[in-house]
């Protein structure tokens, strides 16, 4: 049954009724994200969401269903799969990326074998909290660039009405309405801003922003583009050198979820199990041609705001992208939503996540006073937020990168590890 103020924990199944609707906020806050990775890289959108949606299934399956975490398409490798993919073809990137997951579950037996308690040593709540804050505050960019610029990326004030009108209905929702209402503001946000924009549409030709010709051109049923890996020295060994930034990043999502949920799941089911969970996620959708998978802040943040964390919820979504893989018209209806509306509902979950953060820090009690936490928080934020990076080449057109919440989260675990417990 529920705890504290949660509506429903991770084991705990909603009744049908409720199930469907929470598991489609779920979709549409993970849609975006997904899809976009393959348009960026050349991959396809159906296999993108077959491996997203499949990979989240095997992921519950090897966490024990004990993690209410959604998969989706990774930007950590997009220069990895756009540099190999030119400099020998798609199969090998697919085959790097294989390689790369099963590189983590390596990574995953490894740490089931040392045991965890490093990482209390290295990550306390000085450098989780941060970490934390640097996650959602890495995505404002984003969700501000949805909410105020069009299609060209000029700013757009039809842009930004829309995105505020979608966040006043959303937080509305949130706070305001009464029972189930209120634990699937997202959905009603996102239905709310889409008809506004297709009613403004119809008056005002500046808000004209939806266009169904991708719809109707779409077939009802079709088998995602499948693509099968190959495998060279190179590109294995690119995808795997990547790996060591995303198993950070995997790291911070992980303590944020657990943060955000009031579970540890570095200790059950074990970090061992969520990172080999993502491993073999990854390597099954490089296998079929979709992109890397990874843990996505959007659904963390829609968990945050409606206090549901059902892994049953997280499952149906996960099935939810699974068909509509099979049924392109759905997936093109789906594609059509405005990204101000988007951006508008981002603004919300973005935020959340930062909070949460903000949260750990005053509930753990850190002590800004101290000039240790002062230093290290500083140094994780400036880092993390301003868009820190450290890139070097491994070969021809490929270029190892490393920054944003990976390379704070590895900066902070040093200074934690190098700064002395007390200083003069």
Same mark, same amino acid.
């Given at each position: ?12 199944k ?133 909410a105020?610029n ?19 209905i ?22 709310s ?42 590109a ?26 009031g ?41 945050? *705001?409606?206090? %549901?964390?059902? @892994?049953?919820? +997280? #499952? /149906? ?5 699974? &068909? ?16 101000p509306?988007i ?32 230093? *290290?928080?500083? %140094?994780?934020? @400036?880092?993390? +937020? #301003? /868009? ?5 080449? &491994? ?30």
């Amino acid at each position: 049954m529920p705890k504290d103020n949660s509506i429903y924990m991770p084991a705990d199944k909603p009744p049908i009724s409720r199930w469907i609707p929470l598991s489609f906020q779920h979709v549409f806050a993970m849609f975006g994200a997904t899809v976009l990775v393959p348009i960026l890289t050349g991959l396809s959108i159906t296999s993108a969401l077959f491996t997203a949606g499949t990979g989240t299934l095997l992921y519950i399956l090897i966490t024990g269903a004990k993690v209410p975490a959604f998969l989706g398409s990774s930007f950590a490798f997009i220069p990895a799969l756009i540099g190999i993919s030119a400099a020998y073809g798609v199969p090998y990137a697919m085959g790097g990326a294989v390689a790369a997951g099963i590189f983590y579950t390596v990574i995953a037996l490894i740490i089931k074998a040392a045991g965890l308690g490093w990482i209390k040593r290295a990550l306390p709540p000085v450098v989780i909290g941060s970490v934390i804050i640097v996650i959602g505050l890495n995505l404002a960019p984003t969700a501000m660039g949805m909410a105020m610029n069009d299609a060209s990326g000029s700013y757009s004030l039809t842009h930004l009405s829309i995105a505020v009108v979608t966040l006043a209905i959303t937080v509305i929702a949130n706070i305001f309405l009464p029972g189930f209402f209120s634990v699937i503001p997202i959905l009603i946000g996102l239905v709310s801003g889409y008809l506004f924009t297709l009613i403004m549409g119809f008056i005002f030709p500046a808000y004209a922003l939806i266009d169904f010709s991708g719809v109707g051109s779409a077939a009802w049923f079709g088998l995602p583009v499948f693509r099968f890996p190959q495998f060279n020295f190179v590109a294995i060994l690119t995808f795997i050198i990547v790996s060591f930034a995303t198993m950070a990043e995997h790291l911070g999502d992980t303590i944020t979820l657990g943060n955000v949920v009031g579970k540890d799941f570095t200790t059950d089911p074990g970090l061992h199990r969520t990172l080999a969970g993502d491993g073999i996620a990854t390597a099954w959708a490089a296998f079929w041609g979709g992109p890397p998978n990874t843990t996505y802040g959007e659904n963390i943040g829609v968990m945050a *705001i409606t206090r %549901v964390y059902s @892994v049953w919820v +997280i #499952g /149906g979504a996960a099935v939810i992208a699974t &068909l509509l893989s099979f049924l392109p018209k759905f997936g093109a209806l789906i594609q059509t939503i405005p990204s101000p509306v988007i951006g508008g509902i981002s603004m919300l979950l973005f935020g959340i996540i930062a909070s949460s953060g903000l949260r750990n820090l005053v509930e753990s009690g850190v002590d800004y006073k101290c000039k240790r936490n002062l230093t *290290i928080s500083s %140094v994780i934020l @400036v880092i993390g +937020i #301003g /868009g820190g990076l450290l890139a070097f080449p &491994l070969g021809q057109d490929i270029t190892f990168q490393m920054g944003g919440v990976a390379l704070a989260t590895l900066v902070g675990i040093i200074l934690n590890l190098v700064i002395p417990k007390t200083l003069p």
